[in-house]
């Protein structure tokens, strides 16, 4: 059976939407999905960070992407449910979740 997610062409999409956005981040495959982690100057630890910000996956049966954040104690929680991946994109750069997506930047 192929398995659409993880897949090179879905990560390189990630990866140039917050290259346009001019926010360096990185991608890495997890189970049927990603994990966006993104680069920050860290204060207290005077030095450049990555840290996870979300988690995008891939729902085959309902053909949706569900959008995780992570919480203080490490655990990732659903946010929304969105049709396709670039609104899912959309919704961790809206200002409305910025403190859950975007903590320091």
């Known amino acids: 059976m192929l398995q659409k ?3 090179e062409f879905t990560r390189r999409v990630i990866y140039k939407y917050f290259a346009d956005h001019q926010m360096p981040a ?9 994990v966006v ?6 204060a207290v630890e005077a030095c450049n960070v990555d840290e996870a910000s979300g988690r995008l ?7 949706e992407w569900k959008l995780y954040w992570m919480s203080g ?3 990732w929680h659903l946010y929304e449910q969105c049709p396709t991946l670039h ?3 959309d919704v961790m750069l ?7 997506f975007r903590k320091v930047l």
């Open 73 to 75: 104690n490490f655990r």
């Open 5 to 7: 997610h993880p897949n």
């Open 57 to 63: 996956v891939h729902n085959d049966s309902r053909d």
């Open 37 to 42: 982690f993104l680069n920050y100057f860290s």
């Open 87 to 89: 609104h899912a994109l």
């Open 26 to 34: 990185e991608v890495n495959a997890v189970r049927d999905g990603y």
């Open 94 to 100: 809206s200002e409305e979740a910025a403190n859950l």
